[in-house]
Every structure is written in structure tokens, then in C-alpha cells.
């Protein structure tokens, strides 16, 4: 018994780099930090630069995509500090998740919806989760 659990535990840490490789997209975080940065800077037309043609298409201007910003997702505009967590794969759409606070100190989660434009990745979408923890 003890040989079998320690089989497998051999095997899965044989595994486990594997399966961190599958969860980290570096190319995926270097679009989502460079439009952060671009947001805390205050450059909406760079931020509008990293979002997809569908986004692009629903926004119209830089300055429309800003003002969005500010208003629905104020803390990714002058956010404090950003962490990146799990990718996950999800009917076929690649999200990442990332866990922010914003200048206040208040912690988010955000899932960003990442598509393949011309072989580059763009934020096709974004979702504040519901804060877990909390209950009545």
C-alpha cells in the first residue's frame, strides 16, 4: 500500500510541471498587464488597442471604451496591484482569471475572455465574479 501511494505520488509530481504549463499563458498576461498599464496611464487608445474587433466594433472610439472603463471597471483603471491566477479552457474559450485591488484596498476577481485576432491574443470580454465569502 505504501508503494502504490508513493507511485503515485511520484507520478504526480511528475506531472504537475506539465499541468502548470498548461494553466500560465505569458503571452495572455502581457496583453492584459499592458492594457492595465495602459489604463493606469491614462491612454484609452492603447487600452482600445489589446480589446478584439468585436469590443473595438462595440465602443467605436478610445474615448468611449475609457469612459466604459471607468464607470464599469474602475478598478482596473488605476488599480493598486494585479495577481494572476488560473487560465481555464471553457466550452472553448480560453478565460483568465486575475485577482486585483484597487486603489482603495478592496480585493476583485475578473475573468477575461481571450481571443486569437491574426495570431494575437485580444480581451474579447470581462466579468467581475461575485465576491466569495460573503454571506448574509
Do not use: C
Request: net charge negative.
Amino acid at each position: 500500500m505504501v508503494r502504490t501511494f508513493m507511485a503515485a505520488l511520484l507520478l504526480g509530481l511528475a506531472a504537475a510541471p506539465a499541468l502548470a504549463d498548461e494553466v500560465e499563458n505569458p503571452a495572455i498576461e502581457a496583453v492584459i498587464g499592458d492594457q492595465i498599464a495602459a489604463l493606469r496611464a491614462d491612454d484609452f487608445a492603447k487600452a482600445f488597442s489589446f480589446a478584439s474587433p468585436m469590443i473595438q466594433e462595440m465602443f467605436g472610439t478610445p474615448e468611449n471604451f475609457g469612459e466604459m472603463v471607468k464607470q464599469g471597471y474602475p478598478m482596473v483603471w488605476h488599480p493598486s496591484g494585479v495577481k494572476y491566477l488560473a487560465l481555464r479552457d471553457v466550452a472553448g474559450g480560453l478565460w483568465q482569471r486575475i485577482m486585483v485591488t484597487d486603489a482603495g484596498g478592496r480585493v476583485w476577481m475578473l475573468d477575461y475572455r481571450m481571443v486569437q485576432v491574426d495570431g494575437a491574443w485580444r480581451i474579447d470580454g470581462v466579468q467581475i465574479l461575485p465576491a466569495q465569502g460573503v454571506g448574509a
